[in-house]
T-cell receptor
Framework: DAKTTQPPSMDCAEGRAANLPCNHS???????VYWYRQIHSQGPQYIIH???NNETNEMASLIITEDRKSSTLILPHATLRDTAVYYC??????????????FGTGTRLKVLA | NAGVTQTPKFRILKIGQSMTLQCTQD?????MYWYRQDPGMGLKLIYY???????DKGEVPNGYNVSRSTTEDFPLRLELAAPSQTSVYFC???????????FGPGTRLTVT
């Protein structure tokens, strides 16, 4: 199963863009990259996912390199409420057509006032 | 929609006791999952289910059992609680295996 590597922590000034990197050099061709975040000790919250094209939604943008070995989650205008642990996850195929998430330890993002 | 609900929120167990963690979703999702999260770590998959009557093991199934008799409910059973099972347990559901997962608020379990 492909594993991900993320920096353990990052700071970002409020109102600035937060760029969170993720390395997934062993990803295979049909494995998606998902991003979730966990605020305090709540359940993780889905942010965005992609296969090889860049993706954008109302929360964030996801930039995936052409070789798919790394990606960056961009929060365009970080607010204090974006302070959380961000998980970059490779969705691996399980048995019988199911999928499983392989969670790493994530990046703890602190947005500073 | 309430989404994914879990009960209880907190529980303290003595070694050797048993308990069931409840999980219910009202989104008519076929897939349901149980994870555990140890302090400072990411989530690890315990068991999952692709529909009523079908369950399978995840990464760390030892010491746990599950059942799925309805689409809505996916209880997790601890038979002989051990200190190593002290953790936060999250239940999640998704429409299908390839769709995003929705997580419940978690159950914080301490075994002493």
């Amino acid at each position: 199963d492909a594993k991900t590597t993320q920096p353990p922590s990052m700071d970002c000034a409020e109102g600035r863009a937060a760029n969170l990197p993720c390395n997934h050099s062993t990803i295979s061709g049909n494995e998606y990259v998902y991003w979730y975040r966990q605020i305090h000790s709540q359940g993780p919250q889905y942010i965005i996912h992609g296969l090889k094209n860049n993706e954008t939604n109302e929360m964030a943008s996801l930039i995936i390199t052409e070789d798919r070995k790394s990606s960056t989650l961009i929060l365009p205008h970080a607010t204090l409420r974006d302070t959380a642990v961000y998980y970059c996850i490779v969705r691996a195929e399980g048995t019988s057509g199911t999928y499983k998430y392989i969670f790493g330890t994530g990046t703890r993002l602190k947005v500073l006032a | 929609n309430a989404g994914v609900t879990q009960t209880p929120k907190f529980r303290i167990l003595k070694i050797g006791q048993s308990m069931t963690l409840q999980c219910t979703q009202d989104m008519n999702h076929n897939y349901m999952y149980w994870y555990r999260q140890d302090p400072g770590m990411g989530l690890k998959l315990i068991y999952y289910s692709v529909g009523a009557g079908i369950t399978d093991k995840g990464e760390v199934p030892n010491g746990y059992n599950v059942s799925r008799s309805t689409t809505e409910d996916f209880p997790l059973r601890l038979e002989l609680a051990a200190p190593s099972q002290t953790s936060v347990y999250f239940c999640a559901s998704s429409y299908a295996g390839s769709y995003e997962q929705y997580f419940g608020p978690g159950t914080r379990l301490t075994v002493t």
